[in-house]
């Protein structure tokens, strides 16, 4: 079963920071592709940034504040969160949606998906 991980949230003041991060459980995909969402509390699921082929792009209320990076190996994806406003307490969701897995054979193979994570909170306040 496919298991979509998120980590690092927390509480943190405002102005604070967190590092965000996620990654497929036991490493048994690398991440070409995907998007962080995010859902407050009484509010739609909302997009934060997509990471593609070669580019990121962001939302427009994120303003600098946020980034979106990936380590080398593509086994995970992270999204640092800087200067951090109440209103940005809400649960954050990672949802990759290209993914690379080992194939029998010995490569390997991209796929186009729609996996999600059960989500980290992130609850800024003083």
């Known amino acids: 079963q496919v298991q979509v991980v998120e980590s690092g949230g927390g509480l943190v003041h405002p102005g604070g920071s967190l590092n965000l991060s996620c990654a497929a459980s036991?490493?048994?995909?690398?991440?070409?592709?995907m998007n962080w969402y995010r859902q407050a509390p009484g509010k739609q699921r909302e997009l934060v940034g997509t990471?593609?082929?070669?580019?990121?792009e962001y939302a427009d209320w994120v303003q600098g504040r946020f980034t979106i990076s990936r380590d080398n190996a593509m086994n995970t994806v992270y999204l640092q969160a800087n200067n951090l406003k109440p209103e940005d307490t809400a649960v954050y969701y990672c949802?990759?949606?290209?993914?690379?897995?080992?194939?029998?054979?010995?490569?390997?193979?991209?796929?186009?998906?729609?996996?999600w994570g059960k989500g980290t909170l992130v609850t800024v306040s003083a």
């Open positions: 949802n990759p949606t290209i993914v690379i897995t080992a194939s029998a054979q010995g490569g390997s193979t991209m796929a186009g998906v729609d996996y």
């Open positions: 036991g490493n048994t995909f690398k991440i070409f592709a």
């Open positions: 990471l593609n082929t070669g580019t990121i």
